[in-house]
Nanobody, 120 residues
Framework: QVQLVESGGGLVQAGGSLRLSCAAS????????MGWFRQAPGKEREFVAA????????YYAGSVKGRFTISRDNAKNTVYLQMNSLKPEDTAVYYC?????????????WGQGTQVTVSS
């Protein structure tokens, strides 16, 4: 079955950086668009970034553009999210997902999430 396993979350001070990883199995990874989403306490899950199956183009939410970078390594079945200049409002559980339609950014298969906490 499809498995997506996120890692790399943690506690970081504002202005710091983290890199999240999502390892995929049970699917032809190189054929799937991939995305990162996040859910803060008391809020709905929101789109963060996505990347086409081929490695480009990439897409970002306005709130993270210029600070976050999504990338993928199809040889390692892994998608990454490099997060720089982190802000307290970036605190959330971060999920990776397959994205069948880059126009709608709706996730299909989901990982279990990894917590990112940014202290002020």
């Amino acid at each position: 079955q499809v498995q997506l396993v996120e890692s790399g979350g943690g506690l970081v001070q504002a202005g710091g950086s983290l890199r999240l990883s999502c390892a995929a199995s049970g699917l032809t990874f190189s054929s799937h668009n991939m995305g990162w989403f996040r859910q803060a306490p008391g809020k709905e899950r929101e789109f963060v970034a996505a990347i086409r199956w081929s490695g480009g183009p990439t897409y970002y939410a306005g709130s993270v553009k210029g600070r976050f970078t999504i990338s993928r390594d199809n040889a390692k079945n892994t998608v990454y999210l490099q997060m720089n200049s982190l802000k307290p409002e970036d605190t959330a559980v971060y999920y990776c997902a397959t994205v069948s339609n880059l126009a709608t950014m709706i996730g299909n298969y989901w990982g279990q999430g990894t917590q990112v906490t940014v202290s002020s």
